[in-house]
């Protein structure tokens, strides 16, 4: 398909297991951004690159969660020792350059993760 | 204080109506601001950009006071099909994250 593409789309696992995120943007788009957005809420910043790095990981909430972008395309969100408190649907957006301009991110349909 | 502040709703209007919703953020750097629009268990997409002098689309209008740091939605006319969330997106002052409100919640009632 054309659109930003996420696996899985659901993700249930136990509270301290290792999480995989994976998102595979739109062809082209050098921008790529993980947001999280929980029930009732606004999805929430966590990194975004600018090709193969991260040009603002100030969201990442602490050192267990981890993104990684090494061929400038596909990008991996990596959650170490889940907590219950991580359950959110993780939303990932890609753009072509860096939205400064237009501000359009076009966004996935995002990963469910639920944390028991 | 959050960085980008909306009154979540719901906000429930006959078809029909004008609906207006409001948004404040705390950048004074800000530089761009968006509308986005998000359905039930959807993903959020952009429903239209913000502009000093104000800018409209059809039945929507949005206006910026940058002086006030203040961002509005009007929506004339409301559809049925208008339900949905809208958040209010703010272009951070020195990177290029888009920072997005809480939503606020329409729905629009036959």
């Known amino acids: 398909g054309a659109g930003v593409s996420q696996t899985p789309s659901n993700k249930v696992t136990e509270k301290g297991k290792y999480v995989e995120l994976r998102c595979d943007p739109i062809?082209?788009?050098?921008?790529l951004y993980w947001y999280r957005q929980s029930l009732g809420q606004g999805p929430e910043f966590l990194i975004y690159f600018q090709g193969t790095g991260a040009a603002d990981d100030s969201g990442l909430p602490n050192d267990r969660f981890f993104a990684v972008r090494p061929e400038g395309s596909v990008s991996t969100l990596k959650i170490q020792r889940t907590e219950r408190g991580d359950s959110a649907v993780y939303l990932c957006?890609?753009?072509?350059?860096?939205?400064?301009?237009?501000?359009?991110?076009?966004f996935g349909e995002g990963s469910r993760l639920t944390v028991l | 204080r959050k960085e980008v502040e909306q009154d979540p709703g719901p906000f429930n209007v006959p078809e029909g109506a004008t609906v207006a919703f409001n948004c404040t953020y705390s950048n004074s750097a800000s530089q761009s601001f968006f509308w986005y629009r998000q359905d039930c268990r959807k993903e959020p997409k952009l429903l239209m950009s913000?502009?000093?002098s104000g800018n409209e689309d059809g039945r929507f209008t949005a206006q910026l006071n940058r002086a006030s740091q203040y961002i509005s939605l009007l929506i004339r006319d409301s559809k049925l099909s208008d339900s949905a969330t809208y958040l209010c997106v703010v272009k951070g002052g020195a990177t290029n994250k888009l920072i997005f409100g809480t939503g606020t919640l329409l729905a629009v009632q036959p």
């Open positions: 913000v502009y000093s």
């Open positions: 957006a890609s753009s072509f350059g860096t939205s400064a301009n237009t501000g359009e991110l076009f």
């Open positions: 062809s082209g788009h050098t921008a």
